[in-house]
Every structure is written in structure tokens, then in C-alpha cells.
């Protein structure tokens, strides 16, 4: 089961919004609505921040939503904030014998 | 407040066995959601190793499965993690984690232990 897809990179000013995508076949991220985004600070353990595409779990600003076309999921963060300077990861349900499976992960920047 | 903590060797030599405990306190193990193991090599991704449910069934990723066995403890609360044979490229810090199994999410996750691999 190969990682699935992110750009190493992303970037955008304070107020700003930016959108990071993740990109997987259709035997994952296509086939079921079971992806999952976190937020890693250096140094720090992996936050979630949502599942099951776009909901997010409770204390998790309305900046961050998610979204699904076809293969392709997107994590967007509105409204961007100095705190948001992370390393974000997508992680997608992989079907048969029940696999998971990260992204290369995403490196956010706040110019 | 559901909270993780890996603990374990640092330093494991090449060829031999890594062992990892999960000790899991707010929550009972045996209450539901299965519980995993996931690593990060040094300045790399994520990488899912496998996870258990408190009835012992597990998941494993099919490129570790040949050397992982994940295995819980419900009367101490623990789940432990048994990598062999193991080669610099197991070197990473290693995360315990809660999993929601249908929904596929991790939450919360331990604060990680880092396992080098070296003689």
C-alpha cells in the first residue's frame, strides 16, 4: 500500500486562506469517506483536527474544514493564524484486510 | 481525559527485538475503540504499524507484518508492541494512540518515544 500523496509545502500570509491536498486512488481515499487530517507542531505528538472528511472534533476552530473530490481530499485553513505553522498529515482508510494509510505530510508556513 | 504513555528501551541493538508498552490511563482498554501503534522515522512521515482491540484481534500493515506482534494487557491497562529483527531503518519515534477502527481516526496519541537502532 503506497503513502498517499501531499505536497511537501504550503504557505500563505496571516488572514490568508490555504488549502492542502491528498491525493490516493480510488482502493482508498476514493472508496470510502474515512480520511482523517492532523496537525503536528515540531517536537510534538500528531493532533487530530478532523475525520470522516470534513467534521471536526470538538475544540477544533471552524478554520479547519475538509473536503473530497474523487480521489483527491483537501484540508483548507481560513483565516490563517501564526499557530498554524505545522506539518499537516492525511490518513485514509485503505479497504481490504482493514489497512490505514498517512500522506507524505504537508509542511504549512505563515509568511 | 484519556491519556497514553509509551515506554522502552531508547537503544536496541541491530537483529534484536524492539519492545514498546502503551500504558493508558482515563479509559478502560476493555471499554472499546482499538488501540495502535504508529512511527516517524526522523524528519519523515507517518507511518501506521498496526492495532489491537481489547478481545485481542489485530490489524497489521502488510510491510511490518512479518516481524510485528501487538498484544494487550487489560488487567494493566497496557498494550504492548514487538518489532524483530530490527535494522536502522526501524530507527523513529514510535506513538501509541486510541483508534476509532470504523471512522478511522487516532485521538489522542501518547507524546512518542524515540528508538534508535545501533550497536
Known amino acids: 500500500q503506497s503513502a498517499l500523496t501531499q505536497p511537501p509545502s504550503a504557505s500563505g500570509s496571516p488572514g490568508q486562506s490555504v488549502t492542502i491536498s491528498c491525493t490516493g486512488t480510488s482502493s482508498d481515499v476514493g472508496g470510502y469517506n474515512y480520511v482523517s487530517w492532523y496537525q503536528q507542531h515540531p517536537g510534538k505528538a500528531p493532533k487530530l483536527m478532523i475525520y470522516e472528511v470534513s467534521k471536526r472534533p470538538s475544540g477544533v476552530p471552524d478554520r479547519f474544514s475538509g473536503s473530497k473530490s474523487g480521489n483527491t481530499a483537501s484540508l483548507t485553513v481560513s483565516g490563517l493564524q501564526a499557530e498554524d505553522e505545522a506539518d499537516y498529515y492525511c490518513?485514509?482508510?485503505?479497504?481490504?484486510?482493514?489497512?490505514?494509510?498517512f500522506g507524505g505530510g504537508t509542511k504549512l508556513t505563515v509568511l | 481525559q484519556v491519556q497514553l504513555q509509551e515506554s522502552g528501551p531508547g537503544l536496541v541493538k541491530p537483529s534484536e527485538t524492539l519492545s514498546l508498552t502503551c500504558t493508558v490511563s482515563g479509559y478502560s482498554i476493555s471499554s472499546g475503540y482499538y488501540w495502535g501503534w504508529i512511527r516517524q522515522p526522523p524528519g519523515k512521515g507517518l507511518e501506521w504499524i498496526g492495532s489491537?482491540?481489547?478481545?485481542?484481534?489485530?490489524y497489521y500493515n502488510p510491510s511490518l507484518k512479518s516481524r510485528v506482534t501487538i498484544s494487550v494487557d487489560t488487567s494493566k491497562n497496557q498494550f504492548s508492541l514487538k518489532l524483530s529483527s530490527v535494522t536502522a531503518a526501524d530507527t523513529a519515534v514510535y506513538y501509541c494512540a486510541r483508534v476509532n477502527w470504523r471512522s478511522n481516526w487516532f485521538d489522542p496519541w501518547g507524546q512518542g518515544t524515540l528508538v534508535t537502532v545501533s550497536s
Open positions: 489491537i482491540y481489547h478481545s485481542g484481534s489485530t
Open positions: 490518513c485514509s482508510y485503505a479497504g481490504s484486510n482493514n489497512l490505514r494509510v
